[in-house]
T-cell receptor, first 118, second 112 residues
């Protein structure tokens, strides 16, 4: 159980395009989801915490107008990279906890989206 | 922000050998977790150790936690080529539902 599905897995598009990435919890409800960014051979950096029905909480240095997050349901969060440029090329991964209110549980990760901006 | 360092950054061993990776962190924690990432994929949870535990086993994995030194180690015994991946430690805060903070990771290569 506790499967997180992320779509698409790979996107190649032209500079200036907006790209939407979906993160779904398939067999559990997630009031909170997390979006991470990973550059080659580096670790995961938290971008934002996505909260169902409310605004996302962005980490310092992450432009909220650039990376739009919408968490409209208990099973879906979307990350939209607006007017993407080559420097936005990266690996984006989402995750969620399967149980609310439990501080001692693992996160469940999607398979990630590789975004390449030409 | 990142929690701390993993050591070593890269490790190359032969099949059958043991692999040990270390992780240090900076803040007080509720738990520490180890994840595995195959190239270009998402993360797979390996093991979670709580702050009041000192050692935990799962199959060929052994994790230790020393809260006084703010450090943890992951031991993979009798390694296999399929263990080739990047391994990350991540710390969880006391507040439920908060994000994990990841270390920089160790890239393990196991050759047959």
């Amino acid at each position: 159980g506790a499967v997180v599905s992320q779509h698409p897995s790979w996107v190649i598009c032209k500079s200036g395009t907006s790209v939407k990435i979906e993160c779904r919890s398939l067999d559990f409800q997630a009031t909170t989801m997390f979006w991470y960014r990973q550059f080659p051979k580096q670790s995961l950096m938290l971008m934002a915490t996505s909260n169902e029905g409310s605004k996302a909480t962005y980490e310092q240095g992450v432009e909220k107008d650039k990376f739009l997050i919408n968490h409209a349901s208990l099973t879906l969060s979307t990350l939209t990279v607006t007017s993407a440029h080559p420097e936005d090329s990266s690996f984006y991964i989402c995750s969620a906890y399967a149980r609310q209110g439990d501080s001692g549980q693992p996160q469940h990760f999607g398979d990630g989206t590789r975004l390449s901006i030409l | 922000s990142q929690q701390g360092e993993e050591d070593p950054q890269a490790l190359s061993i032969q099949e059958g050998e043991n692999a040990t990776m270390n992780c240090s962190y900076k803040t007080s924690i509720n738990n520490l977790q180890w994840y595995r990432q195959n190239s270009g994929r998402g993360l797979v949870h390996l093991i979670l150790i709580r702050s009041n535990e000192r050692e935990k086993h799962s199959g060929r994995l052994r994790v230790t936690l020393d809260t006084s030194k703010k450090s943890s180690s992951l031991l993979i015994t009798a390694s296999r080529a399929a263990d080739t991946a990047s391994y990350f430690c991540a710390t969880g805060a006391n507040q439920a539902g908060t994000a994990l903070i990841f270390g920089k990771g160790t890239t393990l290569s196991v050759s047959s």
